[in-house]
Every structure is written in C-alpha cells, then in structure tokens.
C-alpha cells in the first residue's frame, strides 16, 4: 500500500487487446482533459472490497484477501467524456478507450481507477463518465504504466508497473543493458509462503533442473528484490506462467520477484535452494 493523491488530471488511451465486457463508451482522441479535485470527503465502507480496503490499510495480513478480491471483483476507471446511456456491451478487440489520468508519487500519470462509482464523484464530481469491468481485466489494460485505485481518498493506492505485473502473476521483464552488479544472500525471516508456493509450482514440472531463490540488492538502483534463478529448457514465459502464484505472493512481501531463466550448466546458485531440495 503506497500514498495518497493531492491532485488529479490528465487521459490516457488504451488500446484492448481482446474482447471485455463493461459498460458504454465512445473512443475518444482529445487532448489532455484537466479537472479540479474536489475535497476529501469522509470514507464509509460502500461494498466488501472497500471494507477489505480499509482493513488492509492497517493490517498487512489482510493484504492477500484484498488483492484476491479486487481481482475478481469489478472496477470502475473514470473517462473524460460522460456515456450518452448505460448498459454493458462487448469492448472490441484493439478498440481505443480514454481514461483520466493522475499524477503519482514517482512523477509519472497513471490511469484513475476506483472502487465504486461514489468514489468517482467524491473525486471528479457528478457526471464523470466511467467504465467498469472485472479487476484483472482492467489492470490488464493499464498493467504497462501503472495505476492509482480512488485517488483523492484517504483509503488510496498507487501501483507501480512491476507492483501491478506482481498482483497480477506476471514476471517483471527487465532488458539488461551493461553489465550490472547484483548482490545476492540469503534472507534473515524466511518468506515462507513464497517458499512454499515456489517448491510447489517448481516441482510440479520435472523439466526443470534447479532453482534457487535469493535477496538482492541492486546497488545501481539501489533497490531490493527477490532474484529466482531457474535452470531448465523451457522458455521463460512458460516458467513465468507456472509460478503465477509466486508473483501474487511477492507482492505481499514488498519485493518484486526477478527471475532468470537459463539452460547453461553454471555455478550452484545463490540463496535458498528451491529443486532439487537436497544435493545429491
């Protein structure tokens, strides 16, 4: 759970990758649409997920519970133009929708999404238009750059593009430009349920060789992460879709989980070894 917004403004326009149901818009190609915030008003719980929003605010065990809902639950993202009716239909493949955009802790914009359609009015104001769909298939859709769920809340939460590819099971893709130093050990706690979700998943495929997990750091960044390395013949999208869990699960840690994936015979890898278990 990160900050919370002070100001909004701002449209993006995202392209659909595959069929989605939500509900009316227009394909919009205006230019940047800017509007005020309004004040901060009080936060009463309005549905299950915004009252597992609160309680995860506080509790960091309640965390998982929340990310497993709002995946499942629906989303709404506001747009700059109000829907001339209601209804649902059938998002096209490759068609374009405009959504408003906020600024975000990092200095990036990223896409407005909220929980319930109050929350849209305690922000833009009565009138703003909104589309609304399943959770996963809307952070689907902003996954790239980002996104921040009720901004101008006090229960609100920016994602990162890697915190949103972690919540959604997916590896965060990293192009290694230099050579770069990474720094890996052991941690001191133990994540467990990472552990045991990682052996699970990893043991499950006998193609896979070895593979260890490890802390690191990346003193260039200067940021920490989990580094799973993975010795098999398999392509790394396959690896990446057997561990969707994993990545679920390092997001509840605070870490992101870095993964390499090679077929080379190298050195014993670094950390905690994951398959086979023991040496033999």
């Known amino acids: 759970m990160n900050k919370w917004l002070r100001k909004l403004f701002g449209k993006t326009t995202i392209d659909s990758p595959e069929s989605r149901l939500l509900t009316p818009d227009r394909t919009l190609d205006t230019a940047i649409h800017e509007t005020s915030v309004a004040s901060t008003p009080p936060f009463v719980a309005l549905n299950e997920l915004e009252a597992l929003l609160i309680a995860a605010s506080t509790d960091p065990m309640q965390r998982s519970e929340f990310q497993d809902v709002m995946l499942k639950s629906d989303l709404l993202a506001a747009t700059p133009e109000a829907h001339d009716s209601s209804g649902w239909r059938t998002l096209k493949k490759s068609e374009r929708v405009s959504l408003l955009n906020v600024p975000a802790p990092d200095g990036l914009t990223v896409a407005a999404v909220f929980t319930s359609e109050q929350r849209i009015i305690d922000a833009f ?125 390092s997001s509840q840690t605070g870490l992101t989980l870095d993964m390499r994936v090679t077929n080379e015979n190298e050195a014993e890898g670094s950390g905690i070894r994951l398959i086979p278990t023991s040496t033999h």
């Open 125 to 249: 104001g009565a009138g703003t238009g909104f589309i609304q769909m399943n959770g996963a298939a809307l952070l689907e859709l902003v996954a790239e750059s980002g996104a921040f769920l009720n901004p101008g809340s006090v229960y609100g939460v920016h994602w990162t593009a890697d915190q949103l590819s972690a919540i959604l099971g997916k590896p965060v893709r990293i192009t290694i430009q230099k050579d770069t130093q990474v720094m890996l050990g052991a941690p001191k706690e133990r994540p467990e349920a990472l552990l045991d979700a990682l052996t699970r998943s990893l043991s499950a495929e006998n193609r896979i060789r070895e593979a260890w997990l490890a802390l690191a750091h990346w003193p260039e960044e200067d940021r920490w992460s989990w580094y799973l390395d993975v010795r098999t013949a398999m392509p790394g999208d396959d690896v990446s879709a057997l561990l969707a869990e994993a990545f679920k699960l």
